[in-house]
């Protein structure tokens, strides 16, 4: 590559990763290894077409150039067949994938799997990807677990040397912590700007320079699938991925469905358990709530109570024998409620 580069031709690096699967933290380490040792620059996230369209803009500027795109296409593969390009692929469960795809879309699983058919697509481009020369297949799972290790074979891969200082400070500059802390602060950004982040039409909102949405980041956690999935959902799981897994490990066996289904029967009825108890605590905090507004309330009317009973004392037995009688009369007769008011007044000038 590095041969290619100092020729005077273009080349490209295409970080194509499957959904969710770590291809944006590849757009952000590939950018940076560009930028620094070949003074090349950063593209951002291009279709086949922009890509195409970028491809004939750039026909006489030779350089490096790094974009993040997804979906397989012919004018990409042709640039790996013609040496113009290096490839970086990212894959990951798919089942960890479904559920990330949930939260980041906020939809359901009816929404992002059934109607959606994203998995499907995963699955096609995975073949795409996979069937193309000079692309290097990255593992999710070993990613996350060892970032610096996934640092070391993207700079191979460009023919890019690195110390293991540099390679420290990379894994720092994007960690999964360090990326949180970025769509924080884009998130901050876009409300500050008058975005509604609730509407789900502004989930697919990214930062132009660093392709992180501001919702990209989660726990990150794998397996997480067995948390949230459903029976109904693991069997569906099931019957779109069980080839795949089992050709990438993530399973041994095509009845690994059969064989979870009793787990995950016991976490929903513990998570149905858990929704019930949630709301009776919602429910019990909504009375206390409502009753110590009542008690408030009501030691409001007592002192104020208090206060004009106080004068009273200073009448004599016969005149609160008098106050006892109005207030009777007045319970009694609503209509003189006014009248026994102004008595009260003038026993209290009296007192006074």
Same mark, same amino acid.
């Given at each position: 590559?590095?041969?290619?580069?100092?020729?005077?031709? @273009? %080349?490209?690096?295409?970080?194509?990763?499957?959904?969710?699967?770590?291809?944006?933290?590849?757009?952000?380490?590939?950018?940076?290894?560009?930028?620094?040792?070949?003074?090349?620059?950063? *593209?951002?996230?291009?279709?086949?077409?922009?890509?195409?369209?970028? /491809?004939?803009?750039?026909?006489?500027? #030779?350089?490096?150039?790094?974009?993040? =795109?997804?979906?397989?296409?012919?004018?990409?593969?042709?640039?790996?067949?013609?040496?113009?390009?290096?490839?970086?692929?990212?894959?990951?469960?798919?089942?960890?994938? #479904?559920? =990330?795809?949930?939260?980041? $879309?906020?939809?359901? $699983?009816?929404?992002?799997?059934?109607?959606?058919?994203?998995?499907?697509?995963?699955?096609?481009?995975?073949? $795409?990807?996979?069937?193309? +020369?000079?692309?290097?297949?990255?593992?999710?799972?070993?990613?996350?677990?060892?970032?610096?290790?996934?640092?070391?074979?993207?700079?191979?891969?460009?023919? @890019?040397?690195? =110390?293991?200082?540099?390679?420290?400070?990379?894994?720092?500059?994007?960690?999964?912590?360090?990326?949180?802390?970025?769509? @924080?602060?884009?998130?901050?950004?876009?409300?500050?700007?008058?975005?509604?982040?609730? /509407?789900?039409?502004?989930?697919?909102?990214?930062?132009?320079?660093?392709?992180?949405?501001?919702?990209? @980041?989660?726990?990150?956690?794998?397996? =997480?699938?067995?948390?949230?999935?459903?029976?109904?959902?693991?069997?569906?799981?099931?019957?779109?991925?069980?080839?795949?897994?089992?050709?990438?490990?993530?399973?041994?066996? /095509? /009845?690994?469905?059969?064989?979870? %289904? +009793?787990?995950?029967?016991?976490?929903?009825?513990?998570?149905?358990?858990?929704?019930?108890?949630?709301?009776?605590?919602?429910?019990?905090? #909504?009375?206390?709530?409502?009753?110590?507004?009542?008690?408030?309330?009501?030691?409001?009317?007592?002192?104020?109570?208090?206060?004009?009973?106080?004068?009273?004392?200073?009448?004599?037995?016969?005149?609160?024998?008098?106050?006892?009688? *109005?207030?009777?009369?007045?319970?009694?007769? +609503?209509?003189?409620?006014?009248?026994?008011?102004?008595?009260?007044?003038?026993?209290?000038?009296?007192?006074?």
């Amino acid at each position: 590559m590095l041969a290619r580069r100092h020729s005077g031709e @273009i %080349m490209y690096v295409f970080c194509a990763g499957m959904y969710r699967a770590c291809s944006t933290w590849q757009y952000a380490v590939a950018s940076q290894l560009v930028e620094t040792h070949l003074q090349g620059r950063r *593209l951002g996230y291009l279709s086949g077409d922009q890509f195409a369209a970028w /491809d004939d803009a750039l026909a006489d500027d #030779a350089g490096c150039y790094v974009l993040k =795109s997804h979906d397989a296409d012919e004018r990409l593969a042709a640039a790996l067949r013609e040496g113009r390009a290096l490839a970086l692929y990212a894959y990951r469960d798919l089942r960890d994938v #479904a559920y =990330s795809l949930m939260h980041k $879309f906020g939809g359901t $699983f009816e929404e992002v799997v059934e109607r959606g058919g994203h998995l499907h697509i995963c699955l096609a481009n995975d073949r $795409f990807w996979r069937a193309q +020369p000079r692309v290097l297949c990255q593992r999710y799972e070993t990613l996350v677990g060892d970032f610096s290790q996934g640092i070391r074979q993207i700079a191979a891969h460009l023919e @890019i040397k690195l =110390s293991e200082g540099e390679v420290a400070e990379l894994a720092d500059a994007y960690s999964l912590q360090a990326n949180h802390r970025r769509t @924080i602060t884009y998130a901050q950004q876009l409300q500050a700007a008058g975005y509604d982040l609730a /509407d789900r039409k502004n989930a697919l909102l990214y930062d132009a320079h660093t392709i992180l949405h501001w919702n990209h @980041i989660r726990d990150g956690q794998i397996g =997480s699938w067995l948390r949230q999935a459903t029976p109904r959902e693991c069997e569906r799981l099931a019957s779109i991925c069980t080839p795949w897994l089992i050709a990438q490990a993530y399973e041994r066996e /095509d /009845d690994w469905a059969t064989r979870v %289904m +009793p787990l995950l029967d016991e976490l929903q009825k513990a998570r149905i358990a858990s929704r019930a108890a949630q709301n009776e605590l919602a429910a019990f905090r #909504a009375r206390t709530v409502a009753l110590q507004s009542e008690l408030e309330a009501a030691h409001t009317q007592l002192e104020e109570a208090r206060a004009q009973l106080l004068p009273l004392g200073n009448v004599g037995p016969r005149g609160l024998w008098t106050a006892k009688q *109005l207030h009777t009369l007045a319970r009694q007769h +609503p209509r003189l409620a006014s009248l026994c008011k102004r008595a009260l007044d003038s026993l209290r000038k009296q007192a006074g």
